[in-house]
């Protein structure tokens, strides 16, 4: 079956850069598009960043355009998150996300991916 299994979080200052990687297994992985979500405690899920398959185009959430790069490894079944310049804003539970036939204009809702991870949590302090 799909698993998808998220890794790097933690607890850091204001300021700090965290790497996050998904590695993804059960899937050829390639075929896939791959998104970073968030949950902060009390808030919805929300889309961080996104790559769909067959596209070298990022999107981004506007919140962390300028800090963040999506990015994967097709060879290793691997997703990252590069996230600098953390902010106490963006603590929050993070998660990868992946479907093999999501369109455009339905990346941002959580409920049209297909496949999640459990999560890593990223504790940003001031």
């Known amino acids: 079956q799909v698993q998808l299994v998220e890794s790097g979080g933690g607890l850091v200052q204001a300021g700090d850069s965290l790497r996050l990687s998904c590695v993804a297994s059960g899937l050829t992985f390639r075929d896939y598009s791959v998104a970073w979500f968030r949950q902060a405690p009390g808030k919805d899920r929300e889309l961080v960043a996104a790559?769909?398959?067959?596209?070298?185009?990022?999107n981004y959430a506007d919140a962390v355009r300028e800090r963040v790069t999506i990015s994967r490894d097709n060879a290793k079944n691997t997703l990252y998150l590069q996230m600098n310049n953390l902010k106490p804003e963006d603590t929050a539970a993070y998660y990868c996300a992946a479907d093999k036939n999501i369109i455009l204009s339905s990346i941002w809702t959580p409920h049209y991916w297909d496949y999640w991870g459990q999560g890593t949590q990223v504790t940003v302090s001031s």
């Open positions: 790559l769909r398959r067959n596209t070298n185009t990022p």
